[in-house]
């Protein structure tokens, strides 16, 4: 099993920063890849961004510019760093594992745009 746990969520105000963390722990031996979805109230989750095995990184258009993803291979951990923020941000950020054809999803960090 693999364990996926969020952190870094909280509230800021419009033009602000965040920095989510994602550590992942448990059976982990070939990860493909890893990324962040988020899912706001009444809409359904949405991808975010990827980052591979070979650190080829993918943005959703609506993030691209403002948001980088990162990862520290060395303590499975993956980061999203989080600039400019908009309310439209305002979310549940959930962390992604892809290994072996699994997905393995985080419980989710909140964050909070206020305008």
């Known amino acids: 099993q693999v364990q996926l746990v969020e952190s870094g969520g909280g509230l800021v105000q419009a033009g602000g920063s965040l920095r989510l963390s994602c550590a992942a722990s448990g059976s982990i031996d070939n990860i493909n890849a890893m990324g962040w979805h988020r899912q706001a109230p009444g809409k359904q989750r949405e991808w975010v961004a990827l980052?591979?095995?070979?650190?080829?990184?993918n943005y959703a258009n609506s993030v691209k510019g403002r948001f980088t993803i990162s990862r520290y291979n060395a303590k499975n951990t993956v980061y999203l760093q989080m600039n400019s923020l908009k309310p439209e941000d305002t979310a549940v950020y959930y962390c992604n594992l892809q290994q072996r054809g699994y997905n393995y999803w985080g419980q989710g960090t909140q964050v909070t745009v206020s305008s």
């Open positions: 980052i591979t095995s070979d650190d080829s990184t």
